[in-house]
């Protein structure tokens, strides 16, 4: 399509130019190449019309036609042949603009499993997903997805992000329903299908994204908006100089000074301007319309897991048994963790590796699907997962107390049947979400919802952190569509998320949005935009660029259109002839083009320390460990100033002094002084720096209690609160530099 309208302007243009060179040689030749031209342009845009005719609908192109026409019509070849050139390149422009990539679903259908393997007779068979029928014995293998609904033959470990949004993988008991599209997550397992594969949740799920596509309505395009007033407007005013002066020059003069370039020439400039400086913000808009609606954007509805938060579970805290540190009990776990496919498994090597922790081997390492793995660690058996029957000590019943308080999973680290640390797992909120929901607010949206899968508790709390409007957690594919449709009515509403699960929804949306970067391709191929990396501020910045960019579009045009009425004017009275009239509106084209080549510039942004950033950002990761010890000496306390208690306590002193302290004077002396300029001020970064000094105060007070010798009975409770106050002023100091300060920096 595009090589056509580019081979159509490409021809008139040269016959314009071939039309002024044999102009030289008499009128008749370049009267007859002009003419060519007009007709060449004329042919494609009635066409054009009749295809907006046949949709109920007239814009911008019956204007050109009727311009062409009528030049042609009085013998103005050579103004017609400026039209036609004028004409042409709109078109290619607005072919640019409009192009849709569409709501492709292909990868949605694609990840739908084409064959399955049955138990029949104790052998297995591989057959087509088709001529699987309810009660037919089913086996998936491992990282297989579940191709039909059924209820398992014995216990399975599950993937169901795809579905739910639940980021952890989630066990199955024998007798218990599976889904299709689910992944297994462990050992093969049989299921007893309980419908065919046309008949289960994901091919559900295919077809309401498929209807959300087909029933979403096109989008009126701003130059037809614009067209349909101007368009009578125009055609009365031509009929009018005719009627009042019966020469007919007068109305063709009024027709092409009346041609809509402005509007076929200014809009999509801005718009394709604006999509390209959106593919440099990170963001790829399919589609020229789809940047229209997002400058109109009034509602958001957003996922959480992947979208708000970052899709995979992360050590977030370690609770460990007295006389145990958490540098070691995360090496023991990595060693042993590092063999697992489990995703809990990479949760645990993550963490080690970002508090740089010295890689140890284990040997003989097994896995039991549900339970964990285990192996040897320095001659001694370390288990990684479930605990295994048994009474628990108190500090293992306080740690599974904190797990659900904490909404976390929890990984228990266990060396001789002996369990010594706790590591809390969870999905953790991106530090841009709450950046990124004040800078949407600010750029004119209204209500933000939090559509999610997920379990209620664990949406609330993601909701009250980042400040959305509303929740609907616990949501199905369908109800996702209906929540988006009621946004919808209110007004234009963009959906984002990243998971197949979002596919309907994105697809029902006025503006779809998908994280292309861990997200699913289903969840891309349907949307109207691809976030390119994994940061959810792009879409805040895509959001200002489309404001920006249908302001300069709607400044070009109605600039454009009042100078085209003020030169309509003119043609009107006779002071213009066709000829003039043309260069007249060439002058206007040349000047609406020029602002709406605006929208290429972006608002400038200081360049911030990015590798300072960057550096206390994974120093925060090393950190973890620490800020572990300042809770486990607060917790041994409970038993007492005993021995092992007065050893938690001074190992925490000293990994406070000699790792956090350091960490805290060098962002004072580096860091925020090299923030001022981005910031503003020095006034920026006081309340951090107050931070700072409330850290160092309790640390001080720490080592005045440790100064007079062995720990009294009565500097026990002074003494917790001084720890578990360090230990809460540390969490949200550290979660207020990487949400304020660290996002700054690109990934």
Not at 162 to 191: F, H, K, M, W, Y
Not at 221 to 238: H, K, T
């Amino acid at each position: 399509m595009r090589s056509r309208e580019a081979l159509l302007l490409v021809a008139v243009a040269s016959l314009l130019a071939a039309g002024g060179a044999a102009r030289f040689a008499g009128p008749l030749p370049a009267n007859v190449l002009w003419a060519v031209a007009d007709g060449v342009a004329l042919i494609p845009a009635i066409t054009w019309v009749i295809a907006d005719l046949r949709a109920h609908r007239w814009g911008a192109d019956m204007l050109a036609v009727l311009a062409l026409a009528s030049t042609l019509a009085v013998g103005e070849f050579l103004a017609g042949g400026i039209i036609a050139v004028m004409v042409a390149t709109g078109r290619l422009l607005e072919s640019a603009a409009r192009r849709r990539a569409g709501r492709d679903l292909s990868a949605l259908l694609a990840r739908a499993p084409s064959e399955a393997h049955l138990r029949r007779d104790g052998d297995l068979e591989t057959v087509p997903v088709g001529r699987i029928a309810a009660g037919d014995q089913v086996v998936v293998l491992p990282g297989e997805v579940v191709p039909v609904d059924g209820f398992l033959s014995g216990e399975g470990v599950f993937d169901e992000s795809a579905l739910t949004g639940e980021s952890a993988p989630v066990s199955r008991r024998a007798g218990e329903p599976v889904r299709s599209g689910v992944v297994n997550a462990g050992a093969a397992v049989d299921l007893n299908a309980s419908a065919t594969a046309e008949g289960s949740t994901y091919a559900g799920v295919v077809r309401m994204a498929e209807q959300a596509a087909a029933g979403t309505a096109p989008v009126a395009r701003l130059a037809d908006r614009i067209a349909v007033w101007f368009l009578p407007l125009a055609l009365l005013l031509a009929a009018g100089a005719w009627l009042l002066t019966g020469d007919p020059d007068r109305a063709v003069a009024v027709l092409v000074t009346a041609t809509p370039c402005p509007l076929l020439l200014a809009v999509p400039v801005a718009v394709t301007s604006g999509m390209s400086r959106s593919s440099r913000a990170g963001v790829v808009v399919k589609d020229g319309a789809a940047l229209e609606l997002l400058g109109q954007a009034r509602n958001l509805a957003m996922d959480k897991t992947g979208t708000v938060t970052e899709g995979r579970p992360e050590v977030v805290a370690v609770v460990c048994a007295p006389g145990v540190t958490a540098e070691e009990a995360l090496s023991d776990a990595a060693a042993v963790e590092r063999y697992s496919p489990h995703v809990l498994a990479g949760a645990v090597t993550r963490a080690a590796g970002r508090a740089k922790l010295p890689a140890v081997h284990a040997e003989s390492v097994t896995e039991e699907p549900g339970q964990g793995a285990a192996g040897k660690v320095g001659g001694r058996t370390v288990q990684v997962g479930r605990l295994r029957s048994g009474e628990l000590p108190h500090w293992a019943r306080t740690a599974a107390r904190r797990g659900r308080l904490d909404l976390a999973s929890v990984v228990w680290v266990s060396r001789d049947g002996e369990p010594i640390a706790a590591l809390f797992v969870r999905d953790r909120i991106r530090p841009d979400a709450a950046r990124t929901l004040r800078r949407l607010r600010e750029a004119g949206l209204r209500e933000v919802v939090l559509l999610t899968g997920d379990r209620v508790d664990n949406a609330a709390d993601v909701a009250m952190l980042i400040g959305v409007d509303e929740v609907q957690a616990e949501a199905t594919p369908a109800e996702k569509i209906a929540r988006v449709r009621d946004e919808r009515a209110r007004g234009v509403t963009v959906m984002v998320g990243d998971g197949i699960n979002d596919a309907p929804a994105l697809a029902a949306a006025d503006v779809g949005m998908a994280l292309g970067s861990r997200g699913a391709t289903a969840a891309a191929q349907a949307a109207d935009a691809v976030i390119l990396d994994d940061r959810i501020d792009r879409l805040a910045d895509v959001l200002e660029i489309a404001r920006r960019t249908r302001r300069i579009a709607v400044q070009s045009a109605g600039a454009g259109t009042i100078l085209s009425l003020l030169a309509m004017i003119a043609a009107a009275a006779g002071w213009l002839v066709p000829v003039a009239g043309a260069v007249v509106q060439e002058a206007i084209d040349v000047a609406v083009i020029l602002n709406a080549l605006r929208a290429l510039r972006g608002p400038r942004h200081h360049d911030g320390p990015d590798d300072l950033l960057h550096r206390f950002a994974h120093e925060h990761d090393e950190l973890l460990p620490v800020r572990a010890a300042v809770r486990q000496a607060a917790d041994a306390l409970a038993e007492g100033a005993g021995p092992a208690a007065e050893a938690a306590v001074r190992a925490a002193y000293h990994q406070l002094v000699t790792e956090l302290l350091p960490h805290e004077h060098a962002e004072e002396t580096e860091l925020y002084p090299a923030l001022w300029p981005v910031l503003g001020s020095p006034e920026g970064t006081v309340t951090m720096s107050r931070g700072h000094a409330e850290i160092e105060r309790l640390v001080r007070r720490l080592g005045r209690h440790l100064a007079p010798g062995a720990l009294q009975p009565d500097q026990i409770d002074d003494l917790r609160a001084t720890l578990y106050g360090l230990d809460a002023v540390l969490t949200l100091h550290f979660a207020q530099e990487e949400e304020a300060y660290f996002t700054l920096a690109p990934d």
